[in-house]
């Protein structure tokens, strides 16, 4: 099977596009692949990372405000098509598997019209522009949310799958990570925050004040927090002024290399909700204090981690003012209360659908037979 997959800019969208590669490879090792990013995206340094060709198509967002760059997008959008036509020719894949991002639309928009098989997968619960400007045009639509299914009028189309992921986190046991990562068999409460790869100046903040005025020296309690690599400086330096280097049962990263294993060894999880995110912790069934960042298009880590809130699966705090004194509220009572993060883990894994990776090879399989009769 040839396949040309298309997804660029965040990890959130480049991740799971690799992780539907893997899984076409590991079914049919003589497959082809190849992706079409941007220039600037995270794709140029995880697609080549994992041996696939890369192509190129530039693209780019129309800013709210006005801005001279809207020429520019104008442009690209008018011309992207025609230069994703060249790639489709070039490569002649059986099927195009878009995972959003801006360089999805013109791949399969041009695909489409070649008459070519076309998927989309949408992780988030609430569609992107992406997917909702090819809805009509694409064969099959692959849904990490069932709610995302609201903003898109074609039922028909529409496959609820979960997310694909590159690796498991629903196979390491808590007893196995605590014993890699040193963690003592009878801590009372494992805690592990991150705000993302680069990291998050607010979400350290809060939990820097969490350490301090909750976790640090409280016997039976272990943390771990990731500040990412900008903040890394200001974070370490408040960490010190702060004390908390002082206390055993505090650790801070830069960065969480064996995600896997701390997030199985943790009790409660405190993170931002992209949509991976939330679908890691939900295959782990772990309790999770959701801070989505504000920053993101639509609001869309809010709306993720709200679905899990509205059903009680997960803890869900917005950044203000008030976010130090609410997280240290929400995180002293998950501990004390073992019952109520019992809870949380079963409401969120009931959100986890653990085969999304083999769902969606079978599904474009069958799109690629279909189309050859």
Aim: charged content about 25%; some cysteine.
């Amino acid at each position: 099977m040839r396949v040309l997959m298309t997804g660029g800019g965040t990890g959130g969208h480049v991740n799971p596009a690799l992780a539907i590669a893997q899984t076409i490879m590991e079914n049919e090792p003589d497959s082809e692949i190849a992706f079409v990013g941007t220039p600037r995206g995270i794709e140029n340094k995880l697609v080549p990372a994992q041996g696939y060709k890369l192509y190129h198509v530039d693209v780019m967002g129309l800013r709210r405000s006005l801005s001279l760059k809207n020429i520019k997008a104008a442009y690209l959008a008018l011309t992207s098509p025609g230069k994703a036509k060249k790639i489709i020719k070039e490569f002649k894949p059986d099927i195009v598997i878009g995972t959003g991002g801006y360089v999805s639309w013109p791949v399969c928009k041009a695909a489409s019209k070649m008459g070519i098989p076309t998927a989309l997968h949408e992780s988030n619960a609430v569609p992107g522009m992406a997917v909702r400007m090819l809805s009509g045009s694409a064969d099959r639509i692959f849904l990490n949310f069932e709610k995302a299914g609201k903003g898109l009028d074609c039922p028909e189309k529409l496959m609820l799958v979960g997310c694909p992921m590159l690796g498991s986190f629903a196979t390491v046991s808590k007893e196995e990570a605590r014993e890699k990562l040193g963690i003592p068999k009878d801590a009372e409460c494992v805690i592990l925050s991150y705000g993302g790869s680069l990291g998050a100046e607010k979400v350290n903040e809060a939990v820097l004040a969490l350490m301090e005025r909750f976790s640090g020296g409280r016997e039976g309690v272990y943390h771990t927090h990731a500040t990412g690599a900008i903040e890394k400086e200001i974070a370490f330096g408040q960490f010190r002024q702060k004390g908390l280097h002082k206390h055993k049962n505090l650790e801070l990263l830069e960065y969480i290399y064996d995600m896997p294993y701390r997030v199985a060894a943790a009790d409660i999880v405190i993170c931002r909700a992209g949509a991976l995110t939330v679908s890691e912790l939900s295959l782990a069934g772990k309790c999770a204090v959701f801070i989505p960042s504000p920053n993101v298009t639509d609001d869309q880590q809010f709306k993720n981690a709200n679905v899990l809130y509205e059903k009680g699966a997960a803890a869900l705090i917005r950044e203000t003012p008030e976010l130090p004194d609410e997280l240290i509220n929400i995180v002293a009572d998950l501990a004390a209360y073992p019952e109520k993060r019992r809870d949380m883990e079963e409401k969120i894994a009931t959100f986890a659908i653990k085969d999304a990776n083999k769902r969606i090879y079978l599904e474009a399989r069958r799109l690629v037979d279909e189309h050859k009769k």
